[in-house]
């Protein structure tokens, strides 16, 4: 494809200059994308909510949280201290003598980023991939999502405004809206693209990794891509807390039409009355609630077709479900279960629904419920719901699910996703391709970038984050000390 | 492979155990198996020179560098810091109300590791892989190289005592010594695998990458593969120094026989009467080198062949060689050049001739020796022999050669790699399959862990690293502060 040659062209010449400017440089210029997209607030609302079904509350709340994203990689990057430096000095009374190294992170080139179906802003043409790509010092080149084209189309405006304000090459950033799956497989191709990052479907994940495999020089895929998020009820909880356990999880499973990455798709208790009780309560709570439109007509028929899927399964039985849709591309939220017996041989129930749909597994006893977590794939959350008493009586549960995700929560919802320097929104496959890195957080640009060992460098040949007098003033691991102090 | 299936079963159920040791522990069972090898130093000696024909005071070096690897690991991971804590406490007042995140690296699972054919004891059963992700808490199985078994199992007896003195679960670590390719497949594609490490061949790694592809769910692998480490030498410094240049190179070219992942393939300069002195004086030296054993067989073969084929294609022209082989086994030290022109038009010229061979590449101007440099793969090490005045006037050239390797180099010779945190024994393709990882160094651990992030988490269930006092007095990341204090 010759224009995606040309466009990757243009980001590797356009990386050139950006990946040289120093940091603060880079954090006003992500500060100065926040601020036009913020400018822009109304029509940007306006524009996605025509196109996603989402309510203007929610993409309120998405375009605080991406303009809030971008200022955390700017603080990031203006500390500095991320880059990892690490000098060791040289010592010419050794034998043979010590060379004088010094190590650092740079940014590794050319990222790809494709926009996701389900958050037109946060995840999408200037999301969390764009921004920790960009903080890193690489240049971008966005796919937009065809779902949301036109929200891309102006978002792109905002970050082409910044781009000419603060003086940045021009291609720092550049928006690529031809259709299809050839576009995608062309970019990551390309040899000039060093990293990709894609939110979405299992199915689309793999076959980016496919065709990354397929290069000559392979490079990074982070993918994140498929969660179930297991939520396991303990049995003394479930006979305290369940009336507030239904009704929180009902509206964690409704959330958005359950249209999150984080959505509680499986339900694990050990089977007793109370655990009875809890699932009538909760399918109560589902019945309860309001069909709303889906993001697009393609997710909505996967939701009834994935659904359909797992309920015509030997053993599914459907609780209960709420109203019939009165429009087209309304999602009916719903509640099933199913023996742990059933649900251990069939990989059917482990795929996901990504709708407002929870699988309740119902163990026979602890050793069940044991074997469960144990077959469970990778996964991005899974959260353990139970008392003090609970998890003395069953610290071996609370350990298996420690090795299952790359976040663990005790008593809350898994949805919702702080973003800051401790978040892992990440986990083991097919959570992500990489359970190494995270999407979201200060850690996100990590993924972009290479460590580089400078030996016997004179100290003005060397980047200013290695020079001697720390003219950054950040932390770094001197002669095996962390310290702000020159190196004397 | 019922075999490989109970091995890694053993590791898992071992990995369980010792991922929950504190570091402490897991430093002084490190710091036990480099005791245990120094207690069998002699009869390694022994046995590592009749397999592989490596003189004592090299293999004596080499268990220094194993040993005080094993040590700086325990170090490392002792002091604690490197698991990367950082901590965001709750906010009940805002809305939504905060969570407290917490977050730190974890070992991952256990990990194969490949031994390596040219460092018997620093790359392979006890070598830097292994010692990496022992420190990170991974159990791990080795796959003994075949041209050092004998060694490989005397090193494994080491560990085993150590298993044994500290109490560590038996299966910690394993030794594989079934040869052929389907047992390294089979320990590649083992579903309990969670990493694996390997220095070999471009072919081996490719091998290897493929196996992880065709798993149902991808894991990291980290091969160390095909480097040239292109020097350049720039115009002053060839003016003014050719003699010295000529002795260092030629002494860096033939040391060990070539048989170093960092040994300097390929010579680049422009061409110059002061070149072709220099080019003149190294051939000289290189003839007076005497030529010596290799590792094994099929090393000297493959060095023999690629020599062949390197020196067969057009335009190639060999300067001078050594003195022919007197027994069987030895290497004859050899180099060539041939034009810019015809390096740029032919990729045969950029493949790997592991051994004491260097190809000068000549350019007529300084424009080709850049197309030379933009052409050029993922390298380990890339250096540069310079003036100040010749970095003064090319420092579009030092650019260059910054974008293509792990480790820049000024004024020195590549092959010599520290042992220590700010090196880097890593690059793009295909001199590693992630450049985003070094296998040398502290920071080798980080392959064999996953951030996992704990939400809403009571201090008595945290691991210690993210407790509230901090009881490992490690430096954290608390509410976006760099801090050993604990949490108030």
Known sequence: MQEINTIMEQSQAAFRTYSQLPAAVRAQFLETVAAEIEARREQL?????????????????????????????????????????????????????????????????????????????AFSTAGGDTASALAAGCTVVVKAHSAHSGTSREVFTAILKAIAACGMPEHTVQHVEIPGHATGKALVAHPLTTGVGFTGSLQGGKALLEYAAGRENPIPVFAEMSSINPVVFYPDTLSQNADTLAKSYAASITLGMGQFCTNPGLLLAIGSEATDNFLRLLAD?????????????????????????????????????AAQP???????PAVARVNAAQFLQNPHLQEEVFGPFSLAVICEDKTALKQVLATLKGQLTTTAMATPADLETHAD??????????????????????????MVHGGPFPATTDA?????????????????CFQGFTDALLPEALRNSNPLGILRIVNNEWTKSPVV
């Open 397 to 422: 549960i609370l350990a298996l699910q420690t090795t299952l995700a790359g976040r663990i929560i005790l008593n809350d919802v898994p949805t919702g996703v702080e973003v800051n320097a401790s």
């Open 45 to 121: 609302v306006t524009i996605a909510g025509a196109e996603t079904n989402l309510p203007a509350a929610r993409l309120n709340n998405e375009i605080n949280r991406t303009n809030n994203q971008l200022k955390m990689f700017a603080a990031y990057i203006r500390e500095g201290s991320w880059v990892e430096a690490a000098i060791d000095t040289a010592d010419a009374a050794r034998v043979p003598a010590k060379p004088d190294t010094r190590k650092m992170l740079l940014p590794a080139g050319p990222v790809v980023v494709f926009g996701a179906s389900n958050f037109p802003f």
């Open 326 to 332: 009165a429009q087209e591309l309304e999602a009916t």
């Open 285 to 321: 709570e589902i019945e309860k609630t309001i069909p709303q439109k889906m993001l697009h007509s393609g997710i909505h028929a996967s939701y009834v077709r994935t659904m359909e899927t797992v309920l015509s399964q030997d053993g599914t039985v459907l609780l209960k479900t």
């Open 436 to 452: 190494r890195f995270t999407s979201v957080g200060t850690t996100a640009a990590r993924r972009w970038v290479r460590p580089v």
